[in-house]
């Protein structure tokens, strides 16, 4: 459920409580934790162990490998393992961007460099100039300052494993 966008989730809370006409509530617990947090809760956890199995991708269906190393979620996904101290327990990529030079196409370096340059100017700007530029911070019943701070601190993530 983390990685349904909390938009979704209102949209969604709205839709269900409109058709059966009823308080119903759907939350995240996970919310305003980076990828990397809720990985850091598996640490010396039954669950470390289970990392290697588990899949962000989005290409997930369209290839054998079940990570393709280069998708936005992968890329999230490499940097949350890192921050956490988890990187060894990571499965196979088919892609693997810590390698000398990997072969990747020019839409996955244009995908790699655009989620960098968004964190990089995320990080840059006042929580004022967000909210107004990205109103979807603005989510009944979230903290968009929470929000932001979350957004920062993945964007900390992805510095820190790519030495950006």
Sequence with gaps: MKGINPKIVEMY????????????????????????????????????????????????????????GVCYPCLIRRAALNSSN??????????????SYPAVNQKSKTLIFDLFRFYKKFQQMTDEEIILEYFDFIIDGLDPKKLIEMYRRNGKELEDCFNV
């Design 13 to 68: 809370n709205k839709f269900v409580n409109e058709i059966f006409n009823a308080d119903i509530k759907i939350t995240n617990p996970f919310i305003y934790m980076t990828k990397g947090d809720i990985m850091q809760l598996t640490l010396n956890s039954p669950f470390e162990d289970l990392i290697k199995h588990s899949v962000s991708c989005t290409n997930y269906a369209r290839q054998s490998t079940p990570n393709c």
């Design 86 to 99: 988890l990187f060894s327990k990571d499965s196979n990529y088919r892609k693997d961007i810590f390698s």
